[in-house]
């Protein structure tokens, strides 16, 4: 192959890629070119906030923090947040091991001290919202699941790692059910996304994710109630971390998540308030 | 000039040292001998292996197709043969996933008739396996019977040798360590799969966990283990490396 041919290749390769990006790519120019205006919403202090901060959110907050970022631009011109959503104990190893991160939100508490421990949270963590585990199935639920009984026999369940607060909560709860699934038929998702895709993509025929996430599939899954006293509940704390950059934008964003506008995009998305 | 050669050089060193200065020597053959590891070492191993096999009995027809016929649009059938080599594994795991999966015609077919489940099985990491690694396979023996005088089969031809003895007697003895190091190439590149795998075939410990997600997901919940799994792949990696020393590493033949 000549040296052109190559280089048109990899020019074109290029050209594909930036073309499949150009929407959300012109948007984000149009936002960081906005001029700062003073904000107009309730949680301003004096000086109008401006900046970039980076947030890493457990995966179950993917839709909510979503909205809740847009919402923050909007109150806040010339603020972008950008996020980065997986397992918490993924984040919270990426944070240990140094990644630049503004705001931490976890799905378990067990996280967020691993950071305290080891004095990168600045203040106290906040807890911002509770969440529960539901069974999800294929739509039709094809398989009669009724219980969480139900899923020792019924084929390949899809459930968290062991070592992700949703794969936690769901051993928790399949142990105050008295339910043990052979380990042989449980796939791992390594985050609860994963785990619901492998529902709703794979071939599993249920899983445990939590109430919210099966909210944010609609159709594509049916979902089992969990009853209350075999249920875990999930409880979600937000801190700024020592490291941030821009330490005014960092809690002005952990306020908005606990603020009314925050609270509500939270419960429209199935989350319980904090308790 | 120089600078940047052992900047580059740098590059590819640092993280092997930092691999192997991270590795808690101590309790090595511990960390080994764990069942998780264990279990994802032999399942491992199985199913890399046989999808080798499956890579060296379907990709030799292949290979020779392409080296040595002149069907239709040969060009088109290099390239889908060829495309698992730069398709990110996770695309591939995508589109196993979409061709074989319950809820697809072909997937559903399989388990109604046969009650054949690839996704979440041992079968479906083989699958996901060849499917990325038999291109090098192919790659490697098309080459080799191209660069073959194609007098000799014609004279054995003459001689009188079926087609079948042609082959068998004379081409393949001739080709053989093209076929080795083909082969050896699919399997190391079947070893180290992963997006692929665990896209289509999960991650289930035992049945579909294989090295590669084991040390994935003991990264944050056992790093010991990880490192000490990454440390058997590497030295894997250069036993491979030794293996094709006359290919690569500038033998004496070539």
Known sequence: ?275 | MLLAAVVALLLFALPLIGLLQRADWGNLLDDLRSPTSTAAMRLSIETSLMATVLAVALGMPLAWVLARTDIPGKAAVRALVLLPMVLPPVVGGVALLSAFSRRSPLGSWLYDVFGIQLTFSPAGVVLAEAFVAMPFFVITVEAALRGLDARYEQVAAGLGASPTQVFRRVTLPLIAPAVAAGAILSWARALGEFGATITFAGNIAGRTRTLPLAIYLQLESDPESAIALSLVLLLVSFAVLVGLRDRWLGGARR
């Open chain 1, 1 to 275: 192959m000549s040296v052109r041919r190559s280089l048109l290749a990899l020019f074109a390769g290029i050209a594909l890629l930036l073309a499949a990006c150009g929407s959300s790519g012109g948007s984000e120019a149009s936002d960081t070119t906005k001029a700062p205006s003073s904000g107009g919403g309730a949680t301003t202090t004096e000086a109008p906030l401006e900046g970039e901060i980076t947030v890493s959110a457990a995966a179950s907050l993917t839709e909510s923090f979503t909205d809740i970022g847009a919402a923050f631009e909007e109150e806040h011109p010339g603020t972008k947040v950008t996020f980065t959503f997986d397992s918490s104990g993924t984040l919270s190893q990426q944070i240990l091991d140094g990644a630049p991160v503004d705001v931490f939100a976890s799905a378990d508490e067990k996280n967020m001290e691993k950071l305290t421990d080891a004095g990168l949270v600045k203040g106290e963590p906040a807890v911002f919202a509770q969440n529960q585990l539901v069974i999800v199935t294929k739509p039709g639920n094809p398989e009669g699941i009724e219980s969480l009984a139900d899923l020792a026999d019924a084929g390949i369940i899809s459930l968290c790692g062991e070592d992700v607060p949703c794969g936690k909560f769901a051993g928790e709860a399949l142990e105050n059910a008295g339910v043990t699934i052979p380990e042989g038929s449980v796939t791992r998702g390594q985050n609860v996304k994963a785990t619901l895709a492998a529902v709703t993509e794979g071939d599993a025929v249920a899983g445990i994710v939590y109430v919210t996430d099966a909210i944010a599939a609609g159709d594509a899954v049916d979902t089992v109630a969990i009853p209350a006293d075999e249920n875990v509940i999930a409880t979600y704390p937000v801190a700024v971390l020592t490291d941030t950059q821009d330490a005014a934008l960092a809690s002005a964003f952990v306020d908005y998540v606990s603020s009314e506008e925050g609270q509500a995009v939270l419960e429209e998305r199935g989350f319980l308030p904090p308790a």
